[in-house]
């Protein structure tokens, strides 16, 4: 007998109808006289009772999710036992005889952390532009791979999209590689085949161990990330959008920059860092009125809604000190903008001008991190659901 199956071997057989019953052993005994006979030709289709059947057949057996309802919870944080504050020491020092609720603190990170584990219908990109350089954005950039990567459980990058020679590569773990995007874009053509493996793919970014996210660097010679324009931007990001789940990209200072307009082409959520300085607040608000300018131009409202859903993340650090009365006004400024304002505290392993390394970085900074991711993952899921609907009115037309 032979091991090569044809399928020729296999009778075909019609899916079992929930509303008929079960050939007998007589009926499967008359098939052999059944194939032997001609088969019936029938001009006018169906019967109407045979088509019925059909129907209700392809049709789902149970519809309506009132059953469900009844054990449906979203969340279950405010049920979880408390493991930080007074109420986890009181919980534990009693034996768990007293059980005091979880605290607000507590079930505020909860929450956000639920945020943060959110699953999209396709690769999400996130975006950190800001055109005044020394602001944050790579440690902002890291800052959110590193939520990201730790909370998620999905594959994240961090790009360093920098038109010029961008600092992600040396403020992250090279762990002994020396690739940059410059040396992937040589080797393109054999991630763009479905042949291609993330293994490989791998080999040509940085990974940040437990802060579990990659990087991306930019190469370190300026002249060669200028040739990087709008169409090498967009085969790498389509090669990186097969490997990874969630892509933040750290970009450079230059926003009419051709790799710059091709990121803000497929970005998903912008992210602004802000340091209360007039400069600073200035620069954020030009590039504002920059990509304000342009959804009306091109009659494509894309740009103006990522500004007015934009995160803006107000950085700590040095420069000239402003008064309370000027740092409530710049933030007046950018909260009539945009949809969120997050302060990060200071924090020295994010100011040393070396390597931000996530293990290293305090509560406090860390916490707020949270914040920010999950303010992010709100506007992501807010631009996934749009998609969706739109994505049905078009089937439905």
């Given at each position: 007998m032979s091991t090569n199956w044809s399928g020729a071997e296999r009778k075909s057989r019609a899916p079992i109808s929930l509303l008929n019953p079960e050939p007998s052993v007589e009926d499967n005994a008359a098939e052999?006289?059944?194939e032997t006979a001609a088969p019936a030709v029938s001009v006018a289709g169906p019967a109407p009772a045979q088509q019925a059947a059909v129907e209700a057949q392809a049709a789902p057996l149970v519809s309506g999710r009132r059953s469900a309802s009844v054990l449906q919870k979203d969340n279950m944080n405010d049920e979880l036992p408390p493991a930080t504050g007074w109420q986890a020491f009181l919980r534990t020092v009693t034996f768990g005889l007293i059980k005091p609720k979880v605290g607000a603190a507590e079930l505020a990170r909860r929450t956000d952390l639920s945020a943060i584990q959110r699953v999209y219908s396709r690769p999400m990109r996130i975006m950190v532009a800001q055109p005044l350089g020394g602001v944050g954005k790579t440690m902002c950039s890291v800052g959110i791979g590193s939520t990201f990567g730790i909370h998620s459980g999905q594959h994240a990058i961090v790009w360093d999209n920098?038109?010029?020679m961008g600092t992600l590569g040396v403020r992250t773990n090279a762990n002994g590689s020396t690739r940059t995007v410059w040396d992937l874009l040589n080797v393109l053509e054999?991630?763009?085949?479905i042949e291609a493996r993330k293994g490989d793919f791998s080999y040509y970014t940085r990974h940040q161990g437990k802060n579990q996210f990659s990087v991306l660097a930019s190469d370190e010679d300026p002249d060669r990330m200028k040739s990087i324009g709008a169409d090498e931007f967009n085969r790498i990001h389509t090669v990186v959008s097969r490997f990874y789940d969630t892509i933040v990209l750290d970009t450079g200072n230059n926003t009419r920059s051709e790799n710059?307009?091709?990121?803000?082409?497929?970005?998903?959520?912008?992210?602004?860092?802000?340091r209360l300085q007039r400069n600073a607040v200035v620069s954020a608000l030009r590039m504002i009125e920059q990509l304000e300018s342009m959804s009306e131009r091109q009659g494509n409202p894309h740009y103006k809604n990522l500004v007015a859903n934009a995160v803006v993340v107000i950085t700590q650090g040095g420069g000239a000190k402003v008064s309370a009365t000027d740092q409530a006004s710049l933030r007046a400024q950018l909260e009539s903008t945009v949809r969120s304002i997050i302060d990060i505290p200071y924090d020295a392993a994010l100011d040393n001008g070396s390597i931000i390394d996530w293990q290293l970085v305090g509560d406090p900074a860390r916490r707020a991190f949270e914040r920010v991711t999950a303010e992010i993952?709100?506007?992501?899921?807010?631009?996934?659901?749009r998609n969706a609907h739109a994505s049905i009115n078009t089937t439905n037309r």
């Open positions: 052999p006289a059944k920098n038109e010029m054999k991630f763009e085949t710059w307009l091709a990121s803000i082409d497929v970005t998903d959520q912008l992210v602004i860092p802000v993952a709100a506007g992501l899921l807010e631009v996934d659901n």
